[in-house]
């Protein structure tokens, strides 16, 4: 009996057609998408979004300007997705962590966090100026994506120790005013941080450790 080509060592023509390299279209414009995001943060985090280029960014991923455009309308597409990675990438720091046990508002519990979520920010210099520095002023449709990560981590903020500012006492919209006030005063510390010369830059552990006396002036106190 004659064997079938799906049976005789050969791809099926079917197959063939979805394969390239031995990978598929999907798992290959996957490696092209993580290729233009690798590339995307080394540019957009060392020179900067207003000094970068389509064209640059896929010289460095080895992707034409045509696979780009199968991936992203444009230039502030790419950013808001890497933005997004990144946003991912803070929020599962502060909420994975492991902190000691106690209250939700013991001090050392706060500093875990935030030790966290700083290193997250500033041990590789690009993610914190794409995060907070690069992210400011490129559009209005980026902006509202920057105010709605903002209101994200000042309702986790809520979520995490709400409940004891409740019970003493402070009230829904005070809760939320002291958790955007938190988040804004962390984004402006670490931007200070970062446009800080090295030489006269503070450590990082002063760094956490300013940030954690914010938050106890801001959250903590009012609890106790």
């Given amino acids: 009996m004659e064997r079938t080509r799906e049976h005789d060592g050969r791809v099926p023509p ?10 598929t279209l999907e798992e290959r414009r996957q490696e092209r998408r993580e290729a233009l995001l690798a590339a995307a943060l080394e540019v957009f985090g060392t020179k900067g979004y ?6 640059e960014i896929c010289r460095r ?15 502030e597409a790419l950013f808001n997705a890497l933005g ?3 946003t991912i990438r803070v929020y599962r720091a502060l909420t994975q962590v492991e902190v000691p046990d106690g209250p939700a508002t013991d001090l050392p519990r706060t500093r875990a966090r935030i030790a966290q979520l700083v290193h997250v920010l500033v041990d590789d210099p690009r993610v914190a100026r794409i995060a ?9 449709e980026h902006e509202s994506r920057r105010r709605a990560a903002h209101r994200l981590y000042a309702d986790w ?6 409940a004891e500012m409740a019970a003493k006492g402070v009230d829904g919209p005070q809760r939320r005013a002291l958790a955007l006030a938190l988040v804004g005063a962390v984004n402006e510390l670490i ?3 970062i446009h800080t010369p090295v ?23 009012s609890v106790h």
């Fill in 14 to 23: 079917r197959a063939h057609q979805r394969l390239r390299r031995g990978r």
């Fill in 50 to 55: 207003g000094a970068s280029s389509i064209e």
């Fill in 157 to 162: 903020i809520q979520g995490y120790v709400g």
């Fill in 191 to 193: 931007v200070d941080w």
């Fill in 199 to 221: 030489p006269e830059r503070c450590t990082v552990d002063e760094l956490i450790d300013l940030i954690t006396e914010v938050a106890s002036v801001l959250l903590l106190r």
């Fill in 84 to 86: 997004e990675l990144l």
């Fill in 132 to 140: 907070i520095v690069e992210s400011v002023g490129i559009s209005e």
């Fill in 61 to 75: 991923a080895y992707v034409s300007s045509r696979d780009f455009y199968a991936e992203f309308a444009n230039r």
